[in-house]
C-alpha cells in the first residue's frame, strides 16, 4: 500500500501500516483535564499492518490484527500495542509475502509447491482463518478477539499477549459468526452465525454465563435458526440487534454467490468479489423470542437496504423499536479498498440513523392496509399486506449520518435509551445523535479522521450521557501526530486529549474496561 507523503493530506495515513509494534508502555502529552473517576483501559482492535515483502493487501479490512491499549489511571495516560501472533500473521511473515487470503485480497498460490498441489489449491474456496482484526470481546472470565470467521483468539487486556487459537465451529454448528455478540446481564453471549449445507440457517447462538474458571466456549448451544431465503445466496451480515426479550436479525440483499465463492481462486476473485447486492430485493427483519429462539411467523419486510452496524433495539407499548445504520447500496465496502482511497482525501457516503418499529401482536384478525405503529414519537409504519407479512419504513432521526455507532452498552442495550455516538457520514468528525429532540451534535479537528468512540460512563451517572467518550484521532497527514481525544459525552466539548509519541491506526472496534 503507498502512503501519502507528507505534505499531501490522504486517507491512506488513516489507514497506515504500522512497522513496530509498542509492547512496553510509553507516556502520551496529556493536555487538559482528564476526570478524576476515569480509570481503565481502552482497548482497541484492527487492521493496522497491510505489507508484506512485495506484496500489498488490497483492502482496509484485510491487514493485520494490532492490538491496543491506552492505560488511563490517575490523570495519566499510557499507549501501548501488539500484533496479534495469529497463524495467519506467522505465515505471512515467515514466507514474506501474502499466503493467507483476506476479505478483498486473494493469495496466490505458493509457487515452491509442486504443479499438482498448486492446482488443486485454485479448487478450494478461499476461506478466513485467525487474522482476528475486528473486536473485542469478553466470554466468561476471558477476552478474546474476532474477526467474521469461527476462529478466535484469546487476549490479554493488561499486556495485550496472544494467547490460545479458539473455533466456534468446536462447539456449534456454525460456518461463520459476527464479530459483534451482545453480553447479557448475567454474564451469557449472543451471538448470530450462519451454516451451509444440507439445512442452512441462520443461527442464534447462545453461550451460557460459566461458573469462574470455567470454559464459557463448551457452554454454546445453538438456540434457534431463521431460514434462509435463498440457500445458494445466504445474506451478508455483520451485526444483529437484541431487545430485551427478542432477537432481531435482518437478512439484507448483500448476498454471498456460493457458487462464486466455491470457484473463487480458481477465477482469482476475493471473498468480496462474491458478494452481490441486489437493490430490486426486499430486506427482511426476522424476529425470535431469547427464551426459546423459534422465530414468530410474521416478517417484516422493507426496501432494499445496506447495514453494517445496528444501534440498538428495546420494546415500548407491544412494539419492538430498532435503530440501525442504512447505507442505500454497498459503496462503502468498495470505498474502503485502497485504489478508492489514493484517490480520494475527503468522502461522503450517505448514511441514515434509521428508526423502525415492528408491532408485535399480529394474528389474522389484524387489519390490512393501515399503519399499526402507534408510538406517537416517530414517523416509522407498519402496514400488513394480504400475504401475511408486514411492509415497513423507517424514520430518518438525524439530518446527518453516522456509522460506528456505540450507546451507553452496559446501562441501556436493549432498552428504551436516548443517545447514540459515532463517526459523521463524512468521517471526519464525531457525532452525538439525540432520538427524543431528532438533533446532533458535532466535534471535529481539522485534517484529522476519528476512530469509532466508546462510551465510558461515570461510576456515579445519575443521567445516560454521564460519561465520556473515548476516539484515537488519525492526521491526513503523514508528519502529524495522532491522539485521544477524550470528550465530555453530555457538552460533547473535548476535556482532554492525549497525544501519542509513536503513530496510531484508524482501527475498528474498541472496549472499555474499568480498572481492573
Not at 154 to 176: F, H, I, S
Not at 477 to 482: C, I, Q, T
Not at 496 to 506: C, D, G, H, K, Q
Request: charged fraction near 20%; charge should be negative; glycine fraction near 6%.
Amino acid at each position: 500500500m503507498a502512503s501519502g507523503d507528507e505534505n499531501t493530506p490522504s486517507l491512506t495515513n488513516v489507514f497506515r501500516s504500522i512497522k513496530a509494534e509498542n509492547p512496553d508502555p510509553v507516556s502520551t502529552v496529556v493536555k487538559g483535564s482528564v476526570p478524576k473517576w476515569l480509570n481503565g483501559s481502552f482497548l482497541r482492535n484492527g487492521p493496522g499492518l497491510f505489507e508484506f515483502g512485495e506484496e500489498s493487501c488490497n483492502h482496509v479490512f484485510d491487514g493485520m490484527s494490532l492490538l491496543h491499549r491506552f492505560d488511563i489511571k490517575d490523570g495519566k495516560i499510557t499507549y501501548q500495542s501488539r500484533f496479534l501472533r495469529s497463524d495467519v500473521y506467522k505465515k505471512n511473515t515467515t514466507a514474506n509475502r501474502i499466503v493467507c487470503s483476506e476479505f478483498g485480497t486473494l493469495a496466490h498460490p505458493d509457487p515452491c509447491k509442486n504443479i499438482f498441489k498448486r492446482l488443486f489449491s485454485y479448487f478450494v474456496p478461499p476461506i478466513l482463518e485467525d487474522n482476528c482484526n475486528i473486536s473485542w470481546f469478553q466470554l466468561g472470565d476471558e477476552y478474546y478477539v474476532c474477526t467474521e470467521s469461527t476462529h478466535i483468539r484469546k487476549a490479554d487486556p493488561k499486556d495485550l499477549e496472544t494467547g490460545a487459537r479458539d473455533n466456534y465451529a468446536n462447539y456449534v454448528a456454525v460456518n461463520t459468526m459476527t464479530s459483534h455478540p451482545h453480553r447479557l446481564g448475567d454474564g451469557s453471549v449472543l451471538n448470530m452465525g450462519s451454516s451451509f449445507g444440507v439445512r442452512p440457517a441462520y443461527n442464534i447462538v447462545k453461550f451460557a454465563a460459566a461458573e469462574k474458571g470455567e470454559d464459557a466456549l463448551k457452554q454454546g448451544t445453538v438456540l434457534g435458526s431463521f431460514p434462509i431465503r435463498y440457500p445458494l445466496y445466504p445474506s451478508y451480515y455483520h451485526s444483529f440487534n437484541i431487545s430485551e426479550n427478542y432477537v432481531i436479525f435482518l437478512e439484507q440483499p448483500l448476498f454471498i454467490n456460493v457458487m462464486k465463492l466455491a470457484f473463487a481462486n480458481f477465477s482469482g476473485k476475493s471473498l468480496k468479489d462474491t458478494l452481490q447486492y441486489d437493490p430490486k430485493c426486499t430486506a427482511i427483519f426476522h424476529v425470535a423470542p431469547q427464551a426459546t429462539g423459534q422465530p414468530i411467523t410474521v416478517k417484516y419486510v422493507s426496501d432494499a437496504f445496506f447495514c453494517f452496524h445496528h444501534i440498538n433495539a428495546y420494546e415500548d407499548d407491544g412494539h419492538i423499536v430498532l435503530d440501525l445504520c442504512a447505507h442505500n447500496d454497498v459503496t462503502i465496502i468498495n470505498s474502503m479498498s485502497f485504489s478508492f482511497l489514493r484517490e480520494n482525501a475527503e468522502g461522503h457516503i450517505p448514511i441514515q440513523v434509521r428508526r423502525y418499529a415492528f408491532p408485535l401482536n399480529i394474528d389474522e384478525d389484524t387489519p390490512v392496509g393501515e399503519n399499526l405503529v402507534k408510538l406517537t414519537y416517530t414517523n416509522a409504519t407498519a402496514v400488513k399486506m394480504a400475504d401475511g407479512s408486514v411492509q415497513v419504513t423507517g424514520e430518518c432521526v438525524s439530518e446527518k449520518g453516522i456509522e460506528l455507532p456505540v450507546i451507553n452498552y452496559n446501562s441501556y442495550n436493549g432498552k428504551k435509551y436516548r443517545y447514540t455516538y459515532g463517526v459523521s457520514d463524512t468521517a471526519d468528525s464525531l457525532m452525538k445523535v439525540d432520538f427524543i429532540d431528532k438533533s446532533y451534535k458535532e466535534w471535529k479537528d481539522e485534517h484529522y479522521h476519528p476512530s469509532e468512540p466508546v462510551f465510558a460512563p461515570n461510576p456515579d451517572a445519575t443521567d445516560e450521557d454521564d460519561g465520556v467518550v473515548l476516539a484515537n484521532m488519525m492526521s491526513l497527514y503523514k508528519d502529524k501526530p495522532s491522539y485521544l481525544i477524550i470528550l465530555d459525552a453530555k457538552t460533547w466539548q473535548e476535556v482532554a486529549r492525549a497525544e501519542s509519541p509513536v503513530p496510531l491506526t484508524f482501527g475498528m472496534h474498541g472496549l472499555w474496561i474499568e480498572d481492573m
